[in-house]
C-alpha cells in the first residue's frame, strides 16, 4: 500500500496555493491541497497578471486560458486629474525579454478555476474544501495539520512538507515563530467596479491609469466587463459610511460628472497593510504569499509576487523532493525576502507617494521626472523591466 503521507501539504487555494499545487503535480510530486471554503470565490480582487508571471504560468500550460478571457495592456499610465496624461509606459519593449510583453487585465478567480481543474483531474492530486486548519506541528520526518470541518469534527492529515499559501490572516504563519513586521496605511482603500465605460468618457485613457491630485488620487482599472476605481478613504468612517449608495454615487461624480447615475456591480473598503514575514522557511513549512508578505496594492504585485513565490519555492522543493540538501529552501527565504522588500514594497510605496503627495513642487518634479524617463529609451525600458516586476527576477541570481 502506497504510503499516504509521501506527500507535500499545501494550505489555502488561492492563485498562490493552487499554482504552488499544479506546479508539484507537474513534477510528479502528490499534493493535498486545503481550503476553508466550501468552493473557490468568483470575485473582483487581483485582476493585473504581469509579463514574467504570465511567463511562469505559461510553463504550467496555464496562461493561453487566461489570456483567451482577459485583456492584454500594453500601455499603462500616469495621469494628473486636472492636467491629462503625463506619461505613457510601454512594455511593448521588452518583447525581446518575456513572451508576453504586456500587463493581462483578467480576474484573479479565472486562474483559480483553471488550476482547481488541473489539480481535480491530476491523479496525484487530492482537494480537501471545508476544511478549516486549526493547528500545524512537525517532527524529523512529517508535517501534521489538524483542521474543522463544518459539523465541528476534527481531522487530521499528514505529509512531509507543508506549504501556508493561506493567505494574510495566515494559520500557518500564526503558528510559528514569526515576526510579521510592517505598517498599516492610514486610509482605507474604496474600491468600485462599474460597467461605465471610462475609455470612451476620457480623453487618451489606457487601460489602467493612475491618476495624482492634489486632493484625492485614484486608480481606475479595465478589465475585460468592467471598470474598476480605486480611491483613498477617511479612515475615520464606518464602513456603513463609506459604502453607502448616496457617498459611492457623490463620489464617482466627482471623478467624472455624468447625467446619469453610475452603475455599480461590486464594492468593497478594506485596510492595507505592508508587513514581511522575518523568516520564510521553518524546517518542513514553508511560507508564500500573503501569508509570507503584505502590500499595497498600487502597482499590482501582490498576487503576482505571491504567485513568483511558488514558482521559486516549488523548484527548490522538487530538487530536495529528489535528495537535494535540505538547506536549499534557505535560498528561497533569502530570495524572495529580498523582492518583497526591496521590489514590491517599495515600488508600491513609491507609487503611493507619487499619488499622495500634495506639494505643488513636488508634484511638478515628479511628473518632469516622469515624462524624462518616457523620453528616454534607455530609462523607459528600465523603468518598465522594474515594475513589471522582469527586473526583480534577474537580480535574484546574485542571492546566494
Known amino acids: ?62 496562461a493561453a486560458p487566461l489570456i483567451e478571457r482577459g485583456l492584454k495592456c500594453p500601455i499603462w499610465q500616469f495621469r494628473d486629474r486636472k492636467a491629462g496624461v503625463i506619461a505613457d509606459f510601454d512594455l511593448g519593449l521588452l518583447a525581446d525579454e518575456t513572451d508576453h ?7 484573479q478567480w479565472k486562474l483559480t478555476e483553471h488550476a482547481r481543474e488541473r489539480v481535480e483531474a491530476h491523479p496525484d492530486g487530492i482537494f480537501l474544501r471545508d476544511f478549516e486548519v486549526t493547528e500545524v506541528a512537525q517532527d524529523g520526518d512529517h508535517v501534521t495539520v489538524t483542521g474543522t470541518r463544518p459539523d465541528g469534527s476534527i481531522e487530521q492529515v499528514r505529509g512531509r512538507y507543508l506549504i501556508g499559501a493561506d493567505g494574510a490572516r495566515s494559520v500557518v504563519r500564526k503558528q510559528l515563530p514569526v515576526n510579521f513586521e510592517g505598517m498599516t496605511i492610514p486610509e482605507i482603500f474604496l474600491s468600485m467596479s462599474t460597467p461605465f465605460r471610462y475609455d470612451k468618457a476620457m480623453e487618451g485613457l489606457a487601460n489602467i491609469a493612475y491618476i495624482t491630485d492634489p486632493t484625492e488620487w485614484l486608480v481606475l ?22 459604502l453607502d449608495p448616496a457617498t459611492i454615487e457623490a463620489r464617482l461624480q466627482q471623478v467624472l460628472p455624468q447625467p446619469q447615475p453610475y452603475e455599480i456591480e461590486h464594492k468593497t473598503a478594506y485596510r492595507v497593510h505592508e508587513r514581511v514575514a522575518d523568516k520564510y522557511v521553518h524546517g518542513r513549512i514553508f511560507l ?11 502597482g499590482g504585485m501582490g498576487m503576482n509576487g505571491g504567485i513568483h513565490d511558488a514558482m521559486n519555492l516549488t523548484d527548490k522543493l522538487a ?22 522588500i526591496e521590489t ?21 518634479a515628479y511628473h518632469d521626472e516622469l515624462r524624462k524617463t518616457v523620453a528616454d529609451p534607455v530609462a523607459h525600458k528600465a523603468y518598465v523591466m522594474k515594475s513589471s516586476m522582469l527586473q526583480s527576477l534577474r537580480d535574484l541570481d546574485a542571492v546566494k
Not at 499544479?22 to 502528490?30: D, E, H, Q
Not at 536549499?328 to 529580498?338: D, N
Not at 515600488?347 to 511638478?364: G, I, S
Request: net charge negative; proline share 9%.
Open 101 to 107: 510583453p504586456y500587463r493581462l487585465q483578467c480576474e
Open 1 to 62: 500500500m502506497a504510503d499516504e503521507t509521501n506527500r507535500v501539504l499545501v494550505a489555502g487555494a488561492g492563485p498562490v496555493g493552487l499554482v504552488a499545487t499544479v506546479a508539484l503535480l507537474a513534477r510528479g510530486i502528490p499534493v493535498t491541497l486545503l481550503e476553508a471554503s466550501p468552493e473557490l470565490p468568483i470575485d473582483l480582487r487581483a485582476s493585473t497578471f504581469h509579463p514574467p508571471t504570465l511567463d511562469f504560468l505559461a510553463t504550467l500550460d496555464l
Open 288 to 298: 508564500a504569499g500573503d501569508a509570507a508578505h503584505l502590500n499595497n496594492p498600487l
Open 319 to 340: 530538487q530536495v523532493w529528489q535528495g537535494a540538501d535540505p538547506d536549499l529552501m534557505g535560498r528561497y527565504e533569502r530570495q524572495r525576502r529580498k523582492v518583497a
Open 221 to 242: 482599472l479595465r478589465t475585460p466587463t468592467l471598470w474598476r476605481v480605486l480611491l483613498p478613504t477617511d479612515p475615520n468612517q464606518s464602513d456603513e459610511q463609506i
Open 344 to 364: 514590491v514594497q517599495a515600488q508600491a510605496l513609491r507609487n503611493r507617494t507619487v499619488l499622495n503627495e500634495t506639494d505643488p513642487a513636488k508634484r511638478a
